[in-house]
């Protein structure tokens, strides 16, 4: 045997792909282990809350991920049960044998479909305990949240005379706990902490700067007017607790991102740091939203009608209240940091609670009420019955919760009066603000809207626009940002809130249906991608590659048309895919429309494909001035099966689409109201007529609306039997007022040919009788200027018509010309 030369190695085997069941297989162990992993961390934090909610997220994706693997496996096993179907049935005893090649297929299909159903088993007992661990772990975080409120402690003297002997080695270990993080900082992370002290600043000021650049006309009072409106008022409100509140938030978390990305902050003084700027952003909400509603030193700026004495205590109260339970959430936070007796946390949370309830009790002694017609710098009176109960009623329960031992309930109860209600009161100044904003005409009231139109140039039409786009954002963010408070208000973390929101936004099922928002906001980036791109790339092939070419111009025209239909088309497309709709379903409409039609549904169809086509095209749009067949009116309505057309007589039509898309349409207001009118004048042979086109000239250069460019034109447009017909031509700036203008054009003309003596009696043949002949004729001026009636007779005419008892009439011309319509 001959051997293999040195340094070269022999040939490794090819590895074996594993098979789609050997890889589910692998991956279901993986989901089993981090199962069992999940179970063994739910059993180690069942009193940590948050932990808790962060385990639940991961369960419930551990769930998702083994319903995703037993998913796979079905296209398998249905390839495998349609070729058992081509196979059949082993042939049954007595029967001729099947061949080798069919039984070992058999054979194989069969053993592979019993991997598979196996595998789906495991799946299946792996999602029931993913399950029943998730529903373990909301149980837990119930009876816990519940066991934290109602919790019983018995208040007795031994328990305070524990507490105080608590307060001086807390207040040791605390002070030690601080001065060395301080020490080690100066000594140690000099730099990094005077960093991010320099940075925090810095961050401060420039929030300072923007916020007061833009958001300065919305917050200051001074220049809004002393005597402001009531959407201003609430404006001023909403935003001056928003944004010295997002200011103050933004600056601590900008402290504490700082501070711990130099690694200045330590383990065992990170808590406090944090719990002191949370406490801080919630008192400068509760202050700044206290001051907005009461306005204690503005009384033109106040939303509630409450005196200036009064308003000064409401707001010294509520803050009050705001620092005892700021107060009382660091202290807890400093035992829980120091691990110092539970029982020293029991009576501090004791005393904050009893003091809350006396503030709300010595708040039923104010004297806030201003009656009608009275100024708001006077004594007040006292709340009514109800309200003045209420406080008085909810500041005992306190007190008597706290004495009876259920600290928690009390404490919790304390927490929810003074940041829910802020919260809430919030939330209502903000839909009453977004809903006075999106009112009609609101926002050209405001300072805002005078600045706007002012700085842009925007007309009422846009300002009303953008002041609905205004209330719209303004309850988004009411909603995206005060939800969330609520929700941990009320003991809900962050991670059951990212969770619920990515739900909402991913994954919402609506029976069969799965439906995405971001989905849905993907898809229509997407299009609107694709169509700027198909516009652009319309441009380019037409100015670049056939202009170049020389093409004829319908070619081009056809050509552009047809890639932004196809561009369209495909952008449509892949929208609807990326929205994560199926386009199964766009086929099985098309189908059920392809039998609709077939089954005499034609005349819908087509009025249906041409609302579209008049939808897409726009060949007129609403207020449009449109002439099709014998209608005639203006378009009130597009719909995709007919259009709604009212006429000068104020009937409205109903117009299937087909017969605008098969039959010629005119729009007299297509691209703008720009239109020319004309006016038949009709005079007899002894005018002059350049002096009559002279006439009529200046008679239109005297009106108004007749625009001077294009000029008026006075045309002698044709010979009569008897007569000259001439036709005065005049532009108007719209059309629509066509009417008005021929009418003072008709009167005019009239007015100005009679003082000057323009037209000449009517001869004998000139007058068709109609009666036995008549006796002495009258010479007479006879003017028609209206070709659609009898032109006015002269009284002498008529009296020698009365005198002789004949009817007799001059010959008109009719002339019907467009634009001539009333």
Same mark, same amino acid.
């Given at each position: ?279 801080? /952003?919630? &008192?400068? !909400? #509760?202050? =700044?939203?206290?001051?907005?509603? $009461? %306005? ?6 106040? +939303? ?82 109800? /309200?003045? &109960?209420? !406080? #008085?009623? =909810?500041?005992?329960?306190?007190? $008597? %919760? ?6 928690? +309930? ?413």
């Amino acid at each position: 045997m001959a051997q293999e030369p040195a340094g070269q190695s022999a040939p490794q085997p090819v590895a074996a792909v594993a098979s789609p069941q050997a890889q589910a297989a692998e991956q279901l162990e993986v989901a089993r282990k981090n199962l069992a992993r999940l179970t063994d961390q739910t059993n180690n934090a069942k009193n940590d809350d948050s932990r808790l909610a962060e385990l639940k997220v991961e369960v419930d994706a551990a769930a998702k991920q083994i319903i995703a693997i037993s998913v796979a496996t079905r296209p398998r096993l249905d390839e495998i049960k349609a070729r058992l179907a081509e196979l059949g049935d082993p042939p049954k005893d007595g029967a001729a044998p099947e061949a080798d090649v069919v039984a070992q297929e058999r054979k194989r299909l069969l053993a592979e479909r019993g991997e598979i159903n196996a595998l789906t088993g495991t799946a299946e007992d792996l999602s029931v305990q993913a399950t029943k661990l998730s529903n373990g772990i909301t149980a837990t975080r119930r009876a816990l949240f519940s066991n934290t409120l109602l919790k019983h402690t018995d208040i007795n003297g031994s328990m305070v005379m524990d507490a105080i002997a608590a307060i001086s080695m807390e207040r040791q270990a605390f002070t030690r706990t601080v001065g060395s993080w301080l020490t080690f900082a100066w000594n140690f992370k000099r730099l990094q902490f005077l960093t991010a002290l320099f940075l925090s600043l810095c961050a401060a000021f420039v929030l300072h700067a923007v916020t007061r650049r833009v958001f300065s006309p919305l917050i200051d009072r001074e220049t809004l007017g002393e005597e402001p409106g009531y959407i201003t008022r609430l404006s001023v409100a909403f935003w001056s607790t928003m944004v010295p509140t997002m200011a103050t938030g933004v600056f601590a978390a900008t402290s504490y991102f700082f501070l711990q990305v130099f690694k200045v902050l330590r383990p065992d003084i990170a808590p406090f740091i944090s719990a002191t700027l949370a406490i801080s /952003v919630a &008192l400068m !909400f #509760v202050s =700044t939203l206290s001051n907005a509603v $009461l %306005a204690p030193k503005q009384n033109a700026w106040r +939303l509630v009608r409450v005196s200036d004495h009064g308003a000064r205590l409401l707001v010294l109260s509520i803050f009050a209240m705001a620092v005892v339970n700021g107060l009382d959430y660091l202290a807890g936070t400093i035992s829980e940091m120091l691990g110092s007796p539970v029982v020293f946390t029991v009576v501090k949370s004791l005393v904050a609670t009893i003091i809350i309830g006396l503030i709300l009790m010595a708040m039923s002694l104010i004297k806030p009420i201003v009656p009608a017609g009275e100024t708001l710098d006077g004594q007040g009176r006292p709340w009514p019955r109800a /309200v003045s &109960l209420l !406080f #008085v009623l =909810t500041g005992v329960a306190l007190i $008597l %919760a706290t004495l009876a031992g259920y600290v928690g +309930l009390a404490r919790f109860i304390a927490t929810q009066i003074v940041m829910t209600g802020a919260i809430l009161v919030t939330m209502y100044i903000g839909i009453l603000t977004g809903k006075a904003v999106a009112k009609q005409n609101a926002l050209a009231d405001t300072v805002v809207g005078r600045y706007l139109e002012k700085r842009f140039g925007m007309e009422q039409v846009a300002l009303d626009q953008t002041g609905l786009a205004a209330g719209l954002g303004i309850y988004v963010l009411v909603v995206l940002f005060f939800i969330p408070l609520i929700l941990l208000q009320w003991g809900f973390q962050i991670a059951d809130i990212e969770a619920w929101a990515y739900r909402i936004f991913t994954d919402i099922n609506i029976g069969s249906i799965k439906i995405s928002i971001v989905g849905i906001l993907a898809g229509v980036l997407l299009f609107a991608a694709g169509y700027v791109v198909t516009r652009w790339f319309q441009r380019w092939i037409d100015g670049n590659v056939m202009a170049r070419s020389r093409v004829d111009t319908g070619v081009r025209n056809s050509v552009k048309t047809g890639i932004g239909y196809l561009g369209i088309g495909l952008a449509g497309l892949i929208g609807i895919s990326a929205a994560g709709f199926n386009l199964s379903n766009l086929a099985l409409v098309a189908g059920a429309l392809s039998l609709g039609v077939g089954f005499g549904l034609q005349n819908i169809v087509s009025n249906f494909v041409s609302g579209l086509i008049l939808l897409v095209e726009r060949p007129f749009k609403v207020g449009d001035w449109v002439v099709t067949g014998t209608t005639e009116g203006f378009v009130k309505r597009i719909s995709v099966r007919a259009t709604e057309i009212e006429t000068f007589q104020r009937q409205t039509i109903m117009v299937p689409n087909s017969l605008f898309i098969n039959a010629s349409v005119g729009n007299w207001t297509h691209k703008n109201k720009l239109g020319r009118s004309d006016i038949p004048v009709t005079v007899s042979y002894s005018s002059a007529p350049r002096q009559v086109m002279d006439t009529l000239l200046k008679i239109a250069a005297a009106h108004p609306l007749v625009l001077k460019n294009p000029q008026p034109l006075a045309v002698f447009s044709a010979f009569g039997d008897a007569t000259m017909t001439f036709e005065l031509r005049v532009y108007l700036a719209d059309i629509v007022n066509g009417t008005g203008v021929r009418n003072d054009l008709r009167l005019a003309i009239y007015e100005q040919f009679k003082e000057e003596g323009l037209g000449a009696p009517f001869s004998k043949e000139e007058l068709e009788p109609e009666a036995p002949p008549p006796g002495p004729e009258t010479d007479a001026l006879t003017l028609q200027a209206d070709a659609a009636g009898p032109a006015e007779v002269p009284s002498p005419l008529e009296d020698t018509i009365r005198r002789s008892g004949t009817q007799r009439r001059p010959r008109r011309v009719t002339v019907e010309t467009v634009g001539d319509r009333d």
